[in-house]
């Protein structure tokens, strides 16, 4: 019964850090992080089973994790206000070619990231964005300007501008 317990207890642990790392960092993980979180799946399992290395109590924290899993993915149907706290919400980063730079800081989404995602989709620069939104999963939408530019077209809009970076 205490593995139930525990597990109930890393599950919502688990789901606090990942919620306040942020979802910026969790679109793109660097390869120390990656070996982080993958360490940190070790040191998860041994404070669930406290040294319990049964089989009992591996299905019993499996299951607890899933059960939770199943839980919040009902919740947020059920209860559409449930997905904002438990996934987060899109939000605008760009607008009108220009960065928002309080959900910028508030989401801990640097300029040179913006710029390098921008540039991934084939923007030259900010301007050639209409609209970029960070969405709950971690990932930059773009939507180009309305004059033509951007979204790797190849015209130049009839003013050469910079390159993005």
Known sequence: ???????????????LVTRIVGRSTLGELSTF????????????????????YSFTGGVLAVSVFTLLTIALSWANVRWPRMRAITHGVAVVVVDGGEPVWPVMRRERLSLDDLKAAARQKGFRTLADVRLAVLEANGQISFFPADDGVGAGDGSAGGEERPAVG
């Open 33 to 52: 992080q990656l070996i982080l979180f993958i360490t940190m799946g070790d040191m998860v399992q041994q404070a669930i089973t406290a040294q319990d």
């Open 1 to 15: 019964m205490e593995i139930i317990f525990r597990a109930a207890a890393m599950f919502l642990f688990l789901w």
